[in-house]
């Protein structure tokens, strides 16, 4: 186990290089954008302050798209209903969508495995401002070092860190007081160790992509240009409407006067005098070029369609829906491969701690399936299903289902609710039990 003046260091090198940038991120999702401190105009007055919280909207869609449809696991052993128990408990579907949350936002999420106090197997979210991993430098790394931490701010310019370290087999807790102004006065006291008895550093890591990036975090300066331009054209709209009346040859008008023009809404010239509105020119179709070219580039960077483009709004079919979340699909992919590690190394924990209990399972045995949370056209796919009849086996057109998880499982109750009612047996049930006598019957013919 690494020691408190490891810890510490680490922990004040994190602060100092990414907790900022984590801040950052996760203020832009909960809508406190820079455009909320901008400074007053030249003329004094206070600016307008359009915030479009587009951080937000990335990230719920991502995550939506991604993780919508909860994971399924596909597996025949027995032993795998203790899975289903420890899932169960933990809420798994929930806790799996927040960890996906936490990648949008921050670009990684991170697991904690503990044992509760009936010593149930137990998996939380932690935030990852809080968190910090060591690995073991293999190309294929595994984490054996992590340091949760938790702040509270005292008097006096002072800050109480609680930090848990965590190695393979234990948990220390320490106490550090650090004062912001002298950061070399500190003080700290262990306060426990504890077996945390999980075989592992209970710490996994889910990465949203290799580099470990938020979902908009590239686009946070389209954001602020989005911001400005929207603002900027509220204050010309303003300045519109605080235009100035112009009197010219009228130098005899009094304040009165004024007022009179004011509540009769008419104003009386004579001679060579004139009256006119003084306004400033805007050119409205240049400023929503401007904002129509941001939005489509925020858009397009962060791979999320815009669902208020009216292009494919008169087209339902499947081929359109798929082609307007092409780009989003890929980003999907890719955190679906990031997380499929995280999952492995959740059920090789598991797994280690159920042999405890003279059970087990094999994690290469379980089929982790992903499903997109696509708008899906029925109809559609059911006049595929009906063209594809007789050219493809029934296997083949039941896995196109998307509400069909299992194959196998799906294809036993189809053969079981033909032996049960005969005479009302669908077509598909029939040649289901078709293609399953002549399986039957190829040995015979090969011999």
């Given amino acids: 186990m690494i020691t408190f003046e490891q810890a510490r260091k680490l922990y004040d090198n994190y602060c100092i290089s990414n907790k900022l940038r984590l801040e950052k ?25 359009i915030m ?62 503990y044992l509760d106090e009936a010593s149930k197997y137990c998996f939380a979210s932690v935030d990852p401002r809080n968190v910090l991993t060591l690995d ?32 393979s087999s234990q948990v220390a807790t320490y106490e550090y007081i650090k004062d912001t ?17 999980i075989g592992h550093c209970p710490v996994i890591e889910y990465r949203n992509n290799k580099f470990k990036k938020g979902d908009f975090e590239d686009v946070i300066s389209l954001v602020d240009a989005y911001n400005d331009a929207t603002s900027t054209s509220l204050d010309d709209l303003k300045d519109f409407t605080d235009a100035l009346l112009k009197l010219k040859n009228l130098s005899g008008t ?4 004024i007022a009179k023009i004011k509540d009769d809404k008419v104003i009386l010239v004579d001679g060579d005098g004139d009256a006119d509105w003084l306004v ?17 580039d925020i858009h397009k960077f962060s791979f999320t369609p815009d669902l208020t483009d009216t292009e494919f709004s008169g087209n339902l079919s499947g081929v359109a829906i798929k082609f307007k979340f092409q780009s989003l699909e890929q980003l999907r992919q890719e955190k679906e491969r990031w997380f499929r590690k995280g999952l492995a190394k959740r059920l090789n924990m598991i797994n280690t701690y159920m ?26 796919i059911a006049s595929t299903m009906a063209a594809l009849s007789g050219i493809v086996s029934k296997h083949t057109q ?24 005969p005479s009302e047996a669908s077509q598909i049930d029939r040649e289901v039990q078709v293609e399953d006598d002549n399986k039957k019957s190829e040995p015979n013919n090969q011999e």
Avoid: W
């Fill in 254 to 257: 009094d304040e009165d006067d």
């Fill in 398 to 421: 039941l896995s196109q289902l998307p509400f069909v998880q299992d194959v196998e499982l799906e294809i036993k109750q189809l053969k079981k609710e033909a032996k049960e009612n």
């Fill in 136 to 167: 073991d430098g293999k190309i294929k790394p595994t984490i054996t070092d992590a340091v949760i931490f938790d702040e509270q701010e005292l008097a006096d310019n002072k800050v109480r860190v609680i930090m848990e370290v965590y190695d």
């Fill in 181 to 197: 102004c002298t950061p070399k006065d500190f003080s700290y006291k262990l306060l426990k160790t504890e077996t945390h008895n």
């Fill in 355 to 380: 042999k405890r209990y003279g059970a087990s399972i094999d994690p290469l045995d379980i089929e982790i399936k992903f499903s997109s949370n696509l708008p899906i056209n029925d109809s559609e």
């Fill in 52 to 113: 479009n919280n587009y951080p937000k909207y990335i990230s719920t869609m991502a995550t939506g798209y991604f993780i919508g449809s909860p994971i399924t696991y596909v597996y025949q052993a027995e032993q795998m209903k203790e899975l289903e128990k420890i899932h169960r408990y933990n809420y798994e579907s929930s806790h799996n969508a927040e960890l996906a949350l936490d990648m949008s936002i921050f670009g990684v999420a991170y697991e904690l495995i």
């Fill in 25 to 49: 991120l996760l203020n832009y999702y909960d809508g406190k954008h820079s455009i909320l401190y901008k400074p007053n105009r030249s003329n004094g007055q206070a600016p307008s302050k």
């Fill in 280 to 296: 400033k020119t805007i050119n409205d179709t240049y400023a929503q070029n401007i904002k129509d070219r941001i939005k489509h």
